[in-house]
Every structure is written in structure tokens, then in C-alpha cells.
């Protein structure tokens, strides 16, 4: 692999080797750099200030370090920053979403990080504040507004907040009508809370000392939240909770879910301690959710091998599973996501033939309608809506070179009314870019689908330079939307690319189940074939390609870049998963027993073990050639530990040939999603596409 000269000569930390071995299924493993996880790791995400003073030093290190490689590009950075920040409306403001008397939005102040919170009434007039995100963070060198739902009657405000980092949300409750927040305070939460239809108390899911919501309780305003009411706890390990309401405020829902089983309880909204009613009892495999339609329930099922889904209904009274009556059969190839109901339609979003549509079905008659679109790659979202009894949905489309747009669908006379299109402040031409979808044959003949933005004075004979994207875990797929930000790579003559690769649900459910557990290097081949895919049609050179994911992605970076480090110029490695066998090995972690679905459990099944180790990033770095890596964390992470990209820097820089340097960056001040501010964020976005720039020879462009 050819060296890269775009960095200054500079001396990696040194990080001490403290040798300690592990052995399960008789097979030992010899770790040297374990002691970087602080024993008193649980207290770090709640006191960022009680991490080990020899860690704080060594991470401290690392950033110096990583500065120091990056100096030269100060003033790119600020360069980006500037043209990233030219792009956001700063006084931009949501469609207020009407809901009874009134109407609520979220809108930003010119120069606010935070967002603010307000109500007008119904039809328009003078906007309220109801809360000043900007307001509450100040002081605070991390902060980030969790859900903010308001009672049925309007009179209260549940909201609720971080200020670490490590997703420990507090909640609070607020008097509409005098605008101050009441005595009730309920810390240690997931961030979200349902109210009772009387608006009198609400419910909350409570994380355990491993970032586990294990139960939920239920809180009456202005009582002592240490009297608060235990409605349900999950014993089982493995298994996450929610607690959300249904939007005609008679139900109360609590989600019980892993990755591939589900279970339901209910409570009616009005009678909040009354004994939950289960819908369907845990049944390995089995996947549900409910959407609540007045008399019925609809619910969106895998059941009897309805792999990419299908709808059933039952009476709201008697919802248990013997009650289920088909509404919408399963169609293989057509992967339904995610249904919202009406008093008198239900509508769908689903996915076809690799692109999303929305599908409008009136309930009476049965009849079903299409929402359509042209562009060869775009991105759907349904946007909800606060009332039930209602002719009007809501929906947002997007492609890479369209920016986002809303609107207003009636369903009954289709009639579709633009309400918003985001605003570029420093300009946007659709007409400079082009978009395209190609399809990417990988390892065993499956075609990988790959959305791609280039500005069409690109010249595309192998020189520009690309960055491609990927995630590809947990079925999450990554749309083909707007995105300002790669504007700034694409106007300097990158294309950017996204790899729709095996894990997600791009092609259908079977395009997950392809790219997890025991097929889990389907992903990485995926993406590396995406890679070659471009150079081969001449979009790009290996040496010009800057891969980058984060989390589950960002353990894909670390798997390709062991597979094949000769197919990237670059590697962006955001908050990377990339010691999985540990992580899964550990069950005291706040996320492995209810990942084990996912990527097996090694502790139980040597099989599993062997499948893990045979691609975890971290136990893979071997003595070959990598491309610059950056290596993206966050401090106070539940979700990916510090202490993993930390150990798989050390790693990669004792193990590597070649003089291509490793960078370590950590915000010491954040947790998995990085910076909480919207412009904070976009420094460090600045960051990483000035390294992009930097591996590619660009710069200085």
C-alpha cells in the first residue's frame, strides 16, 4: 500500500501492554490493553469526572495527538463549517402539527444550538414558548432534549433531558399556562414518558445500573416519585422496554422487544393502575407491533411466516392472538415498515423493489391507493399526526440532490399540498447534481444497491475522489436523502456514495437475516464489492475511496479494513463496535444479552464464538498495510464503551506495517451521538470531511 504524506511526522501515544488472558470453549485469548476500561465505568457515565486519572491521561493523549496530524487543517475545517452552517436556515421552524386547540412546533432562534418548543393556536396567531432548549443548556457542556409530549388537555408539558451524555435522561413536567416546571423530577429514565388520558400522571420506563429500561412505573403529579406505582418489570436480561400512548389517548402501550421477538401489554389510558393485558405472550421469532384504530387493533406481524410482513386486526377488547383477522396479506418482496392509523384509513409505508412508497387504504371499503413519485432514488417518511379523527396525513420526501420536502395528503380526495421545502440559505441547484442507483455485484452474485451524488462537472474517469458510506446491522436502512453536509465534499469533486448492504432491509427482511449472525461477512463483502463496483465503472480509485460508518458501522470499518485495507485511501471510524467477541463475552454491559440476537451468543455457543471471532475487528488486526484511519468516540457512550476504539487503536498501531498513521479523536464532553449542539455537531462533521480531504489530496481545494 502506497504511504500517505498528507501528515506531519509525529509520535503516537505510547499505551501500555498489560498482558491478561481470557478462555471460553478452551480457546484463550491474550488481551493487552483491557485495563483502558475503567473498573468504575458505570459511575464515568453518570460523573464524566471520576475516570481513572492514568486513563484521562492516555485519551488526553490521543487527542493531542490527532490535533497535531490535523493542525494544517484548521482553516479547511472552518472553511466546511462555515459552508455547512450557509446551508441551515438558523431561524428555521417546523409546521406547527395541529392537535385540538392548538397547534405545536419546534423551531430554532438565529444562532441557537438547541431547539425551542411552542404552541399557536389551531388555526395561527402568536406563538408560545413553551421550552427554550438553548435556555436549559446553558452552562452545560453536553445537553440534549429528549421527548417532549404534551398532556391531552394542554394544560402540561412532560419534557425530558441529558446533560452527560450517556442517555440517563431526567425527566421534568411543566405548567403550560404559567410556563415553570413543577416539583416532580423522575431521573435515570429512557428519555420518554406516556401520559394518562386524564393527564394527571404519566407513565416512564427506568434504566437499571446497565443502562437497561427494566420497568416501568407510573407517576401521579405531584406525589413523591419514590411512591411511584411499578406497572411491570422485565426480568429477562435480553429484553429492552418502551412506553408510549396510542394518539386517541385510550391506550397505554409497553413495548417488550429484543431483535426479533416482541410482546405487547395494554392498559387503557383511563384506568392507568389496572392489570396490563398481554396481546401476544414472547414467542422466539416472532415480531409485532400494535397501532390502535378505535374498536381494533391493527397490528404488523411476521406471524405464520410472513417474513416481510403483513396486517392483522383484532378487537381492542380481546386482542390476543386466536382473535387476529388478516386485513393486508404478506407479499414477499414488498417489506412493510411501519402502518398509522386513521378513523377511517390506514395508511403504510413499505418498501419495494428496493424503494419505499405509501400506500393509502380506506378502511370501509378496503380500497387502496398509491402516494407516487419519479426520481430514481429518494427517501419517504410518514411525519405522524397528533389527531385521529382526520381526512390529512402527514408525510416528507427527499432524494440526494432534492431537498426535503412536506406535505399535507388528503386522503380521501388526494389531494397533495406542499407545506414546507427546506430552505438552503446559501443556495441549492438540483440541476448541478446528479444522482444515480447502481447495482453492485458482490461475492456470491447478489446485487448490492448503491445511491450516489456527483456534481455534474465531475469528471468520471477513475481520478475523483468518493466517500462511501455504510451501516448494514439491526435492519436498519440507510435512505437515499438530502444531505447538506456532503455538499462540501461533492462540490470539490467527490462522489458520495451509500452502500445499501446486507444487514439492512434495502432489498426485503431476507436482506437483513443475509447480513447478520452466522452470514455477518456478507455485510463486509457487500461493502467492499460496492467499493470495487465504483472503481469499476470509473467513478473512483481504491486510493481515493475514504470509507466511513459509525457504531454497527463503524465495526464495518474495522472488518474491511482487516479484509481488504488495499480497497480504501481512508478509513472513518465513528463510536466503532469493533471489539465485539469481548463485548458480547460480557454480559454485565449495558447492551450484550439483548444483542445477542443479533450476533450470537459466545458464551453458550462455541459456534457462535468462532463466527464472532473469525471477523470482530479488534481480534483480527494483523501485520499488513492499512490506509489512515480516524477513529471517532465519545467519553460517556452506554452504547459502544470508549474503551473499544481505545483498545483497537493501540492495537492496530503495535500490529500494522507501514507508516500510515492511526488517529484517535474522543470528545471527553459527549456520549454515542457526539456533540449535542446542531453547529457543535457540525465541527466535528467539519472534522472528519477535512480528513476525507486530507487522505484524497484535496485539501487544499
Avoid at 251 to 260: G, K, P, S
Avoid at 605 to 623: F, G, Q, R
Amino acid at each position: 500500500m502506497t504511504k500517505n504524506n498528507a501528515f506531519p511526522a509525529a509520535t503516537p501515544p505510547a499505551t501500555d501492554k498489560r498482558p491478561a488472558s481470557d478462555t471460553h470453549h478452551g480457546i484463550s485469548r491474550i488481551d493487552e490493553y483491557g485495563w483502558l476500561r475503567a473498573d468504575n465505568w458505570q459511575e464515568v457515565f453518570k460523573d464524566p469526572s471520576v475516570l481513572d486519572p492514568t486513563i484521562r491521561k492516555h485519551l488526553e493523549a490521543e487527542n493531542a495527538y490527532q490535533s497535531a496530524l490535523m493542525a494544517d487543517t484548521a482553516e479547511l475545517r472552518a472553511v466546511l463549517f462555515g459552508e455547512m452552517k450557509g446551508r441551515i436556515k438558523e431561524d428555521d421552524s417546523s409546521v406547527p402539527m395541529k392537535d385540538g386547540p392548538f397547534a405545536y412546533g419546534s423551531s430554532y432562534k438565529k444562532g441557537g444550538e438547541q431547539p425551542r418548543f411552542f404552541r399557536t393556536p389551531r388555526d395561527g396567531g402568536q406563538e408560545t414558548i413553551i421550552l427554550d432548549g438553548d435556555h436549559e443548556a446553558e452552562g452545560k457542556a453536553y445537553f440534549r432534549i429528549g421527548d417532549v409530549e404534551h398532556s391531552s388537555d394542554h394544560r402540561r408539558l412532560l419534557w425530558a433531558f441529558d446533560d452527560k451524555g450517556s442517555e440517563f435522561y431526567t425527566v421534568r413536567v411543566r405548567d403550560m399556562d404559567g410556563g415553570a416546571d413543577l416539583d416532580d423530577l423522575v431521573t435515570d429514565t429512557g428519555g420518554s414518558g406516556a401520559w394518562d388520558a386524564a393527564g394527571d400522571g404519566f407513565f416512564y420506563a427506568r434504566l437499571d445500573a446497565n443502562h437497561r429500561p427494566s420497568r416501568i412505573f407510573f407517576h401521579r403529579i405531584g406525589t413523591d416519585c419514590a411512591s411511584d406505582q411499578l406497572i411491570y418489570e422485565e426480568s429477562d436480561p435480553g429484553f429492552f422496554m418502551s412506553v408510549g400512548g396510542s394518539r386517541n389517548d385510550e391506550w397505554i402501550f409497553i413495548a417488550i422487544n429484543d431483535h426479533e421477538t416482541s410482546e405487547y401489554h395494554v392498559i387503557p389510558a383511563a384506568d392507568p393502575l389496572a392489570a396490563s393485558r398481554i396481546v401476544a405472550p414472547r414467542e422466539t421469532g416472532l415480531q409485532y407491533d400494535i397501532e390502535d384504530g378505535g374498536a381494533v387493533f391493527f397490528i404488523l406481524t411476521n406471524a405464520d411466516g410472513a417474513k416481510d410482513f403483513k396486517i392483522m386486526s383484532a378487537p381492542a377488547s380481546a386482542p390476543e392472538r386466536a382473535n387476529w383477522t388478516e386485513l393486508v396479506p404478506h407479499e414477499p418482496g414488498r417489506l412493510i415498515l411501519s402502518i398509522l392509523s386513521f378513523k377511517d384509513y390506514l395508511v403504510r409505508l413499505e418498501r419495494k423493489d428496493g424503494l419505499p412508497r405509501i400506500v393509502i387504504r380506506e378502511l370501509k371499503s378496503g380500497d387502496e391507493h398509491l402516494i407516487a413519485f419519479d426520481e430514481e432514488a429518494f427517501s419517504l417518511g410518514l411525519s405522524g399526526s397528533y389527531e385521529y379523527d382526520t381526512e390529512v396525513m402527514r408525510f416528507s420526501y427527499s432524494s440526494m440532490t432534492t431537498p426535503s420536502q412536506l406535505f399535507d395528503y388528503n386522503m380521501r380526495s388526494r389531494e397533495r399540498t406542499l407545506l414546507k421545502t427546506q430552505e438552503v440559505p446559501s443556495g441549492h441547484d438540483p440541476e448541478h447534481y446528479v444522482t444515480r442507483r447502481l447495482m453492485a455485484p458482490s461475492h456470491d452474485g447478489e446485487l448490492v444497491p448503491v445511491s450516489l451524488i456527483h456534481h455534474r462537472d465531475t469528471r468520471l474517469d477513475g481520478t475523483a475522489p468518493c466517500l462511501l458510506y455504510g451501516y448494514g446491522s439491526y435492519g436498519i436502512t440507510v435512505p437515499a436523502a438530502f444531505n447538506t453536509n456532503c455538499l462540501s465534499l461533492v462540490d470539490r469533486g467527490f462522489v458520495y456514495a451509500i452502500a445499501h448492504i446486507r444487514g439492512g432491509k434495502d432489498k426485503g427482511y431476507s436482506w437483513y437475516e443475509d447480513g447478520k449472525r452466522e452470514k455477518k461477512t456478507n455485510t463486509f463483502h457487500d461493502f467492499i464489492a460496492a467499493a470495487r463496483h465504483l472503481v469499476a465503472e470509473h467513478y473512483t480509485s481504491h486510493g481515493r475511496i475514504v470509507a466511513q460508518g459509525g457504531s454497527a458501522g463503524g465495526m464495518l470499518m474495522g472488518a474491511v479494513a482487516n479484509m481488504a485495507p488495499e480497497a480504501f485511501g481512508g478509513i472513518v471510524a465513528e463510536v466503532p463496535f469493533v471489539d465485539v467477541l469481548t463485548t458480547m463475552l460480557d454480559d454485565t454491559l449495558p447492551l450484550t444479552p439483548p444483542e445477542w440476537p443479533e450476533w450470537g451468543n459466545p458464551i453458550v455457543s462455541e459456534a457462535d464464538y468462532h463466527t464472532i471471532a473469525a471477523y470482530s475487528p479488534y481480534d483480527n488486526v494483523s501485520a499488513q498495510d492499512y490506509p489512515p484511519v480516524l477513529a471517532v468516540a465519545g467519553l460517556t457512550d452506554p452504547r459502544v464503551t470508549y474503551w473499544e476504539p481505545a483498545k483497537w487503536v493501540a492495537r492496530l498501531r503495535e500490529r500494522k506495517t507501514g507508516s500510515n498513521p492511526v488517529l484517535f479523536k474522543i470528545n471527553m464532553d459527549a456520549g454515542h451521538a457526539g456533540a449535542s449542539g446542531r453547529f457543535s455537531r457540525l465541527e466535528e462533521i467539519a472534522f472528519t470531511y477535512a480528513f476525507a480531504l486530507k487522505v484524497t489530496g484535496k485539501a487544499a481545494a
